[in-house]
C-alpha cells in the first residue's frame, strides 16, 4: 500500500538515476569536458561540409551536436574521407564517438548502438553497359571499382561470388578510378552514386540495390558501458521525428529512418 510521499520519493529517486546515468555517460565519453566526434565526409548521404562556408552538417553532425548538448559538453568535430580511415583511427585513439555501418567485422572494437538510418548500396555502370541489375553485376570478367573497408566493401567480400573487386586505399577516390581504369562498375552509396552521374554525363546508376546496410552510433569496445544510454538516445531522436528532420533539413530526403 502506498503511502504519502512515496510518488515523490519515487520520482526524485528516477532523477537521482537519470542524473547519475548522465554523469557516468559524461565520465566515460567526454572525460576532458569535450566530446571528440568522428565524420566520415565520404558518405554524403549522412554527413557533408559546405563549399563556401566550411560548416559541416548532414544527419550525423546534428545528432552529435544534440548529444553534446544533453551532455553538457562541447563537440570537436574530427572528419574522415572514409569510413575505413575512421576505423583506423580507433587504435590511436582520435574520437569518441563515431558513425558507422553496423559489421560483424567492426564490432571486433566497435560497440554499435541500435541503428537510425538505413542506406542503400548500388552501381554505377557507362551508359552503354549491358547491366540492367546489381545481380547482373557479379559475373565472371567484370572489374568493381570499391573503396577499401566501406560497409559495401565488407559486404560485397563475403557475398560477391564472381566478379573482381578493385580496390582504391585513397578514400573518396574509387569512383574517380572507376572512370580513369575503364572499369565496368562502380560500387558506392546510392545518394552519392547520384550526385556522381550528375557531375558526370555518360553514367548512369543501376535501379535496383545490391545491399541495405544500417548505420549506427558507435563507440570503441573500452566504452560500451555508454551503450545502453546512447541506444536510448537515438531510439528517442528516431521517434520524435528529430532524425528525419534533420535528412529532410540536409537534402536527404531519400534516406529511410531505421525502425
Given at each position: 500500500?502506498?503511502?504519502?510521499?512515496?510518488?515523490?520519493?519515487?520520482?526524485?529517486?528516477?532523477?537521482?538515476?537519470?542524473?547519475?546515468?548522465?554523469?557516468?555517460?559524461?565520465?566515460?565519453?567526454?572525460?576532458?569536458?569535450?566530446?571528440?566526434?568522428?565524420?566520415?565526409?565520404?558518405?554524403?548521404?549522412?554527413?557533408?561540409?559546405?563549399?563556401?562556408?566550411?560548416?559541416?552538417?548532414?544527419?550525423?553532425?546534428?545528432?552529435?551536436r544534440e548529444l553534446?548538448?544533453?551532455?553538457?559538453?562541447?563537440?570537436?568535430?574530427?572528419?574522415?574521407?572514409?569510413?575505413?580511415?575512421?576505423?583506423?583511427?580507433?587504435?590511436?585513439?582520435?574520437?569518441?564517438?563515431?558513425?558507422?555501418?553496423?559489421?560483424?567485422?567492426?564490432?571486433?572494437?566497435?560497440?554499435?548502438?541500435?541503428?537510425?538510418?538505413?542506406?542503400?548500396?548500388?552501381?554505377?555502370?557507362?551508359?552503354?553497359?549491358?547491366?540492367?541489375?546489381?545481380?547482373?553485376?557479379?559475373?565472371?570478367?567484370?572489374?568493381?571499382?570499391?573503396?577499401?573497408?566501406?560497409?559495401?566493401?565488407?559486404?560485397?567480400?563475403?557475398?560477391?561470388?564472381?566478379?573482381?573487386?578493385?580496390?582504391?586505399?585513397?578514400?573518396?577516390?574509387?569512383?574517380?578510378?572507376?572512370?580513369?581504369?575503364?572499369?565496368?562498375?562502380?560500387?558506392?552509396?546510392?545518394?552519392?552514386?547520384?550526385?556522381?552521374?550528375?557531375?558526370?554525363?555518360?553514367?548512369?546508376?543501376?535501379?535496383?540495390?545490391?545491399a541495405t546496410i544500417?548505420q549506427a552510433m558507435?563507440?570503441?569496445?573500452?566504452?560500451?558501458?555508454?551503450?545502453?544510454?546512447?541506444?536510448?538516445?537515438?531510439?528517442?531522436?528516431?521517434?520524435?521525428?528529430?532524425?528525419?528532420?534533420?535528412?529532410?533539413?540536409?537534402?536527404?530526403?531519400?534516406?529511410?529512418?531505421?525502425?
Amino acid at each position: 500500500m502506498s503511502r504519502p510521499g512515496d510518488s515523490c520519493r519515487t520520482r526524485s529517486d528516477l532523477g537521482g538515476m537519470m542524473a547519475h546515468t548522465l554523469s557516468h555517460v559524461r565520465e566515460v565519453l567526454a572525460p576532458k569536458g569535450r566530446l571528440r566526434v568522428a565524420i566520415n565526409l565520404g558518405n554524403a548521404a549522412l554527413a557533408m561540409r559546405d563549399e563556401a562556408t566550411g560548416e559541416l552538417g548532414g544527419v550525423s553532425v546534428v545528432l552529435a551536436r544534440e548529444l553534446a548538448g544533453r551532455l553538457g559538453v562541447e563537440a570537436d568535430f574530427v572528419t574522415f574521407n572514409g569510413a575505413g580511415k575512421v576505423f583506423a583511427a580507433i587504435d590511436t585513439d582520435e574520437w569518441d564517438i563515431g558513425f558507422l555501418a553496423i559489421d560483424p567485422k567492426r564490432a571486433e572494437k566497435l560497440s554499435f548502438t541500435s541503428p537510425y538510418v538505413i542506406i542503400s548500396s548500388s552501381y554505377v555502370v557507362p551508359e552503354a553497359s549491358p547491366f540492367r541489375s546489381c545481380a547482373e553485376v557479379d559475373s565472371p570478367g567484370t572489374r568493381i571499382a570499391v573503396a577499401k573497408n566501406a560497409a559495401y566493401d565488407l559486404w560485397l567480400a563475403k557475398h560477391a561470388k564472381h566478379a573482381e573487386i578493385v580496390h582504391n586505399d585513397a578514400p573518396g577516390t574509387s569512383l574517380q578510378m572507376f572512370i580513369d581504369e575503364g572499369l565496368d562498375a562502380g560500387a558506392g552509396v546510392t545518394q552519392v552514386l547520384h550526385r556522381f552521374v550528375a557531375e558526370h554525363p555518360g553514367y548512369r546508376v543501376l535501379p535496383d540495390s545490391f545491399a541495405t546496410i544500417e548505420q549506427a552510433m558507435t563507440v570503441p569496445a573500452k566504452n560500451v558501458g555508454a551503450v545502453p544510454f546512447l541506444s536510448a538516445f537515438i531510439e528517442e531522436m528516431k521517434q520524435s521525428g528529430f532524425v528525419r528532420a534533420a535528412l529532410d533539413a540536409s537534402g536527404r530526403t531519400e534516406v529511410a529512418v531505421a525502425p
